[in-house]
Structures are given as structure tokens and as C-alpha cells.
């Protein structure tokens, strides 16, 4: 009797999570945060936790910030976790924008914002995102 080896291809449908970076635009850094089709808590809460440590190291009201939101989930634990991180950082922010947020992710945007005092500006279109971010 012989044993069947079944192979099953890995799932490439699930995003990676991929830490925050620095860019530069027209000279202006501004910090990418990119949650797009992340769905596990422990990655959400990871790029938060990251993107806060990048900004914590910055002066105060210096740092500006490009969120990207879209096919993305979380739990209401995830989202205690996120609050604690975001309030901390809040002092260090000068500007911060959001692509992509629609649905259920929009509402709990709304109580990440009551909580933490983020001003946080909500946009469609990236470039449009990017225009806000650098200007003063």
C-alpha cells in the first residue's frame, strides 16, 4: 500500500505585511503605511506599532503620514491595541491622509479619530493625498 502525497500550492492571495517606509516627494518626507488587504490582527497591529516607532523618533508636529486602507480587517481587540498606539504618536504628526477607506473600515476609522485626536483627512485618490501632504 502506497502513501498519496498531496501538494497544495501556497496561498498567494494573502497579502504580506510590509513594514512602513520613508519617501520623499518635491523634497518633502512623508512616512507610507500601507494595510492594503491585510486581515490578520497580528499584522495590523505589527505596521502600526512599526509606523508609530518611525514616527516617535521625529520632532514634534514634523512628521506627515500617507495611509493606504482598502480590503482591509480587523477585530475590536486589534482596534484597542491600534487606539494606544495612534494616541501616542498624535503629538508628532503634521499632516496625515487615508486612501481607500470605504465600509466598516470608515467607521472604525471614525472611532480610531474620537479617541486618538488624529486629524486625519480622507481621500480617494492617491495624488490627491500626496498634494495635501506637502503642502504647508
Not at 93 to 114: D, F, T, W
Amino acid at each position: 500500500m502506497s502513501s498519496l502525497n498531496v501538494y497544495t500550492m501556497p496561498d498567494h492571495t494573502t497579502p504580506i505585511y510590509t513594514p512602513p517606509t520613508w519617501k520623499h516627494y518635491m523634497n518633502i518626507e512623508y512616512i507610507e503605511i500601507n494595510f492594503t488587504g491585510l486581515r490578520k490582527d497580528e499584522d495590523i497591529i505589527q505596521c502600526v506599532a512599526d509606523a508609530v516607532e518611525m514616527g516617535l523618533q521625529r520632532e514634534d508636529k514634523s512628521v506627515r503620514a500617507l495611509v493606504y486602507l482598502k480590503d482591509s480587517t480587523t477585530s475590536p481587540n486589534a482596534i484597542r491595541s491600534i487606539k494606544k498606539l495612534g494616541k501616542m504618536v498624535q503629538p508628532k504628526l503634521k499632516k496625515s491622509a487615508l486612501v481607500g477607506s470605504v465600509g466598516i473600515v470608515s467607521l472604525l476609522m471614525k472611532i480610531y479619530i474620537s479617541y486618538t485626536g488624529s486629524k486625519i483627512k480622507f481621500f480617494t485618490d492617491k495624488d490627491a493625498a500626496i498634494r495635501y501632504l506637502i503642502s504647508d
